[in-house]
């Protein structure tokens, strides 16, 4: 029995499912997780001493590749000083600053410690600022696993929200509604209804989380006039899409700026860090200025802020969204061709650092609907296919690829190598 094999066996006596976070399980592609030793640049090493190309980055973080030396000195440096004080520090005005010039539509930010308190505050700074209960998420867009945000309306937008999970009150979440992402007429539709008891619009500017699903022209400048017309406070949640699809994220790539962001994952070059911030007329309501309370024992650590500054540093040096792009291009062209080559109708979507594959013959995928109709099954059979080979792709149908720029021309043949094979045997 492997290594993994066994650890996994015992971490299910005592870790529910044996992962602390549901889709490391490979519940949807079957088989079992490996545990990973180190990782390394553009790899992982599990604990039997395989290497994999790794195409998950940390689910987003690792935009730099693995264990850069100038974020693990950061650390190293920081930690020499203590590991949290619960008390301010210089590096949080620091970090506070270089956001805000990066993003610069987040005139004041908190940060948090991860993606879901990002979002979860926002939506509660959101609520308090406007004097109302009501917000509204798109189908398949995930923002982190606070209450609210558990929720889902199924096919049909307008109605009332059911919960995804149990646990989520049905009276907590009716207060969610859900429409469907690139159909601006129907939330048009839904403001025109109710518009006057809704919080916030709260989006995946680039959907990450049913695949990789760019907006459509005109959807998120469609949102950005409802949310002025009807005074609700426009969120993006660009926890993914921040410092990945350009330096400023989806909203320098688009031109549209939103109230509210919220960032996570690569903010933190790899420890737990989150942050939520935007027009300081809002973030003035939160506690200690204004009446919404929002707090964090380990907010602003001062590990947590050496990283995520020094990640901040090297992604802002010149060429690196310009040289992730391309990887990025070249990858998917790669990838095209060798399904083409065996006559496996896919699609692609690419925006900057981000990437997804589509089984499917309709062409391009832009809607919760399409991604959902893809052909899972020929998926999972390229994931483990992919896997023998040392190729390490998301464990699910739904989830966007993630390129870093530790990945070489060379990482890059061997995997278009790998799945010139892998769509040969499909
Ligand atoms: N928002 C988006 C867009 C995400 O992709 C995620 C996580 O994948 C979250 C929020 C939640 O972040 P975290 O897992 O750090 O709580």
Redesign the pocket.
């Known amino acids: 029995m492997s290594l993994s094999s066994e650890l996994f066996q015992r971490a299910q006596r005592t870790i529910p499912g044996g992962v602390n976070s549901p889709v490391r399980a490979f519940k949807s592609v079957g088989g079992e997780p490996f545990f990973v030793a180190k990782a390394e640049g553009a790899y992982l090493f599990d604990v039997d001493g395989k290497r994999y190309i790794d195409y998950i980055g940390s ?1 987003g973080p690792m935009l730099l590749g693995h264990n850069h030396p100038a974020i693990r000195e950061a650390v190293i440096r920081a930690a020499a000083n203590g590991l949290s004080f619960g008390a301010p520090c210089p590096a949080e005005v620091t970090m506070a600053e270089k956001v805000a010039e990066l993003v610069p539509s987040m005139q004041m930010l908190r940060m948090v410690s ?3 308190e990002a ?1 979860m505050s926002a939506i509660r700074l959101a609520r308090g600022y406007t004097g109302r209960d009501t917000i509204v998420k798109f189908e398949g867009c ?3 696993h606070a209450d609210s945000l558990l929720v889902k309306a199924g096919s049909g937008a307008l109605t009332l929200g059911v919960p995804n999970s149990p646990g989520v009150p049905a009276d907590f979440a009716k207060y969610t509604l859900t429409c469907e992402f690139n159909n601006l007429p129907q939330i048009q539709q839904l403001f025109a209804e109710q518009g006057n008891q809704i919080a916030c619009i709260i989006v ?1 500017p680039v959907a ?2 049913m695949n990789c699903i760019p907006p459509e022209p005109g959807f998120l400048e469609g949102l950005r006039a409802l949310c002025d017309e009807y005074g609700s406070v426009l969120i993006f ?1 660009e ?2 899409t921040g410092f990945r699809v350009a330096l400023g994220g989806a909203q320098a790539y688009y031109g549209v700026t939103p109230d509210l962001t919220t960032l ?1 994952k690569i903010i933190g070059g790899g420890m737990p860090v ?1 942050a939520f911030g935007g027009k300081k007329e809002i973030m003035q309501h939160l506690a200690p200025l204004g009446p919404v309370y929002q707090a964090g024992t380990l907010s602003g650590n001062p590990i947590a802020m050496a990283a995520g500054l020094a990640a901040l540093t090297e992604i802002s040096k010149p060429g690196v969204y310009e040289a992730l792009t391309e990887k990025t291009a070249q990858l998917i062209k790669g990838l095209a061709q060798a399904a083409a080559k065996h006559a496996v109708p896919v699609s692609f979507n690419q925006v900057g650092g981000m990437f997804g594959l589509f089984f499917t013959n309709e062409g391009r995928v832009s809607n919760y609907q399409q991604a959902t109709r893809c052909d899972i099954d020929a998926f999972k059979r390229f994931f483990h296919l992919m896997l023998q080979q040392g190729i390490y792709l998301a464990p699910s149908a739904y989830e966007a690829g993630f390129l870093s720029l530790a990945h070489s021309a060379e990482d890059l043949k061997e995997t278009i190598a790998a799945a010139d094979y892998a769509f040969s045997a499909l």
């Open positions: 689910w991860s993606g879901t979002t995930y923002h982190g995946e990450g989380n949640d926890v993914m996570g989150g």
